[in-house]
């Protein structure tokens, strides 16, 4: 499907050399905030017996009109609509293919506040899985990522379309319910069932606003945690949620230090309904229901935690969401990489503080594996403005490449400078939407270094060096005793050069030396003056730089050439 994309591509390209004028790369057309926004939502759900319908449901979106409009074009799935208010007065809509189209009756003009209000029922398509736990006990829990919140709350699906939002959750009495924000309110209504009132107060993004609806065993942890955290899961899973779910309270603690205060009323830890490892919904994350499951014989256990270090991981990246996703979130799908390649990066320097350097340096050489052979395939930037199928978007170019980005920033600017930057950035985006460009000028400013070739060629162009060093030692020109190494580093990389510098270790019997080769070209000569012939020379030895490296051609010069 993508390879056949990627062609169509290069076919268009060829008929754009030849008609410059007649056609035009696709871009792919994201639904941004346009003629309105949504502000605030409150959703009232009441869920049956079995929790495998919604019986009622109402939606009101409190709507800023920004361009003067007849018409509010919500994403709304294929749910039964039983009626639709504009500040309370029955309106007319039209309900095909995904959109909600309600017609206001009166061109509103940029300023005027609205309040839409949607009733509908039914059993969602998807968003939210009406589903048994694996203990086989009826659940309903969100699960929206990329765009798929629609399919049972009426919004405007897309991640920068950020809005606070209520929720009225009204299930039978023995489930729990959870969701985003503070808990405010648990009511029992005239038929024995619970109304549960959740409140979040910042604006998250569509993706992130969920319920879980089950017969969850919940747990506090003992030990003092930066935010209210809990653990939902199935009951089978009791025995394992404090032990397994144990690097939450380090995690937090340390995000917190490190980026800016964590960003939500609470925490929720959910063994749920997910098709992804882990969804990382705005304060209540959900986990996939095998993650305490058995471990597989080859995983690597942690030594803090006593539980694989893979589970570490995800529980690291999924909480790095908070900050990056959640509270700063990609202002376009072309930015993912601000999310995805964040927690991804977050997760391994949880591991390097709290696990090992050794750990760390393993999971960043994964990293690298994965990226590169995303790579082998997919000749795409990290900035992909053109795929559609937003799922193809869940690549090594947004996760590890994503992260080694962030790794190669922080080795080039050191950590104050990388740090520094990384919280200004999230002061300056929490609980809003960045673009690359705004990290780009964050780390400017905190490093006063020019980062706009690092920029262009990491995340606007596509591929990673592969740098090939070559060496001769003998003689220097001009009759002297003196010795020299003579190093050509050759980048063979299709496309344009990496000007990144690339650390060099020269060994030789009486020590080893580091010198920085800064390619300015495809190909850099640089002499040097050395005693003796290196026993051994190795192209970034501390890992610094994403690449594929070779040292060959191994010679030594003759005297005067
Ligand atoms: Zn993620």
Request: include cysteine; hydrophobic fraction near 40%.
């Amino acid at each position: 499907m993508n390879r056949s994309h990627r062609f169509f591509q290069i076919s268009l390209f060829v008929l754009l050399v030849f008609y410059p004028c007649s056609v035009s790369f696709a871009v792919r057309v994201e639904r941004l905030i346009d003629t309105w926004q949504p502000k605030h939502y409150v959703v009232n759900i009441t869920l049956n017996d079995r929790l495998s319908e919604i019986t009622s449901a109402s939606a009101r979106i409190d709507v800023l009109i920004l361009k003067l409009t007849k018409v509010v074009d919500l994403d709304f799935g294929e749910l039964a609509i039983d009626a639709v208010t504009v500040n309370s007065k029955t309106a007319t809509y039209i309900h095909r293919d995904g959109k909600l189209k309600i017609d206001l009756a009166e061109s509103a003009s940029p300023g005027t506040q609205l309040q839409i209000s949607v009733q509908y029922h039914g059993k969602p398509k998807d968003g939210l899985i009406l589903t048994n736990d694996k203990d086989g006990k009826p659940s309903a829990v969100g699960d929206n990522w990329p765009n798929r919140v629609h399919h049972w709350i009426p919004t405007l699906d897309h991640p920068s379309a950020k809005a606070t939002v209520t929720f009225n959750i009204t299930a039978p009495a023995g489930n729990e319910v959870v969701a985003n924000g503070k808990l405010d309110n648990v009511q029992t209504t005239a038929n024995g069932s619970r109304t549960w009132t959740y409140s979040e107060g910042v604006p998250i993004p569509p993706y992130c606003m969920i319920i879980g609806v089950g017969q969850f065993a919940r747990f506090e942890p003992k030990e003092r945690s930066i935010t209210l955290l809990s653990y939902y899961v199935p009951q089978s899973d009791g025995p394992l949620a404090i032990k397994g779910f144990a690097p939450s309270i380090p995690t937090l603690a340390y995000f917190s230090e490190t980026v800016g205060p964590y960003p939500y009323e609470k925490l929720a830890m959910i063994v749920g309904a997910t098709r992804f490892g882990g969804m990382e919904n705005s304060s209540a994350i959900v986990f996939t229901s095998n993650l305490f499951g058995p471990r597989p014989p080859q995983a690597k256990i942690s030594q803090t935690y006593g539980i694989p270090i893979g589970t570490v991981s995800l529980i690291a990246h999924e909480i790095a969401h908070q900050w990056f996703g959640d509270s700063v979130t990609e202002s376009t799908w072309a930015d993912l990489w601000l999310s995805e390649g964040f927690a991804t990066y977050f997760a391994g320097l949880f591991l390097q503080r709290y696990e090992s350097e050794e750990a760390f340096q393993s999971y960043m050489k994964e990293a690298a594996t994965s990226a590169l052979a995303y790579e082998k395939s997919n000749r795409i930037p990290i900035h992909d403005r053109d795929t559609e199928d937003l799922f193809k978007l869940l690549n090594g170019n947004n996760y590890q490449k994503g992260a080694w980005v962030l790794h190669m920033l922080r080795a080039r600017l050191g950590d104050d400078a990388f740090f520094r930057g990384i919280r200004s950035y999230y002061q300056a985006h929490a609980n809003a939407t960045a673009s690359t460009e705004d990290l780009r000028k964050a780390l400017e400013k905190s490093s006063g270094q020019d980062l706009r070739a690092f920029f262009q060629r990491w995340i606007y162009d596509s591929g990673h060096p592969q740098y090939e060093l070559s060496w001769q030692f003998g003689l220097a020109k001009g009759g002297t005793r003196n010795r020299e190494l003579r190093l050509t580093l050759k980048q063979l990389q299709p496309g344009n050069v990496f000007l990144d510098p690339v650390p060099v270790t020269l060994r030789t019997s009486s020590g080893s030396r580091d010198i920085l080769l800064k390619p300015t070209a495809a190909t850099t000569v640089e002499t040097i003056q050395l005693r003796e012939q290196p026993s051994g020379i190795e192209i970034d030895p501390r890992n610094t730089l994403l690449k594929e490296a070779k040292v060959v051609g191994i010679q030594t010069k003759a005297a005067g050439v």
